[in-house]
T-cell receptor, first 112, second 113 residues
């Protein structure tokens, strides 16, 4: 069955450094992959979408890569700030095409 | 703010009871999806409604049911509540069933005692 794995351990990083999160998936070839940010007690907020024919996407200090051969996406936050502290979720289009399947999320803590 | 509103924000029920959660989708959106998020986990897809019809369902039992109204607002009903139903229930709307981006509400935190 489709499986999405994100590092369940929290990522502690110093302000100004680059945070890199991974999302690995198996038993599926999604047409696209998305990243969301979730703050405690709130719903996820859409950040970026990358399609299978795109290698890299950028938005301000965020960068996403998508390697369909490795079945992996990397999510980078450059020049990290304490306000970037949150849980980051990757999500893949399901085989049915009409729903998103989410990974477990990785919590990021940026220390000043 | 996404424009998706959910009510109530918190709810406490006892095992065996029934609950109804409500969601008002963002203006211009005709598709609503419901997700269950247990503590420390990612959201799990329950079902999706598109133009008032169920349009896909995840691995949840029939005691989880839903409705979508002509104004595209939606309800999630859960019968015969179990302790494991305790979770954050998220509603997300999108412009259509083919639109990839989801706009989430802040969720309803359900506790089953």
């Amino acid at each position: 069955s489709q499986k999405i794995e994100q590092n369940s351990e929290a990522l502690n990083i110093q302000e100004g450094k680059t945070a890199t999160l991974t999302c690995n998936y198996t038993n599926y070839s999604p047409a696209y992959l998305q990243w969301y940010r979730q703050d405690p007690g709130r719903g996820p907020v859409f950040l970026l979408l990358i399609r299978e024919n795109e290698k890299e996407k950028r938005k301000e200090r965020l960068k996403v890569t998508f390697d369909t051969t490795l079945k992996q996406s990397l999510f980078h936050i450059t020049a990290s700030q304490p306000a970037d502290s949150a849980t980051y979720l990757c999500a893949l289009e399901s085989a049915a095409g009409n729903k998103l399947t989410f990974g477990g999320g990785t919590r990021v803590l940026v220390k000043p | 703010e996404t424009g998706v509103t959910q009510s109530p924000t918190h709810l406490i029920k006892t095992r065996g009871q029934q609950v109804t959660l409500r969601c008002s989708s963002q203006s211009g959106h005709n598709t609503v999806s419901w997700y269950q998020q247990a503590l420390g986990q990612g959201p799990q897809f329950i079902f999706q409604y598109y133009r008032e019809e169920e349009n896909g369902r995840g691995n949840f039992p029939p005691r989880f049911s839903g409705l979508q109204f002509p104004n595209y607002s939606s309800e999630l009903n859960v019968n015969a509540l179990e302790l494991d139903d305790s979770a954050l229930y998220l509603c997300a709307s999108s412009k259509s069933d083919r639109d990839e981006k989801l706009f989430f509400g802040s969720g309803t935190q359900l506790s089953v005692l």
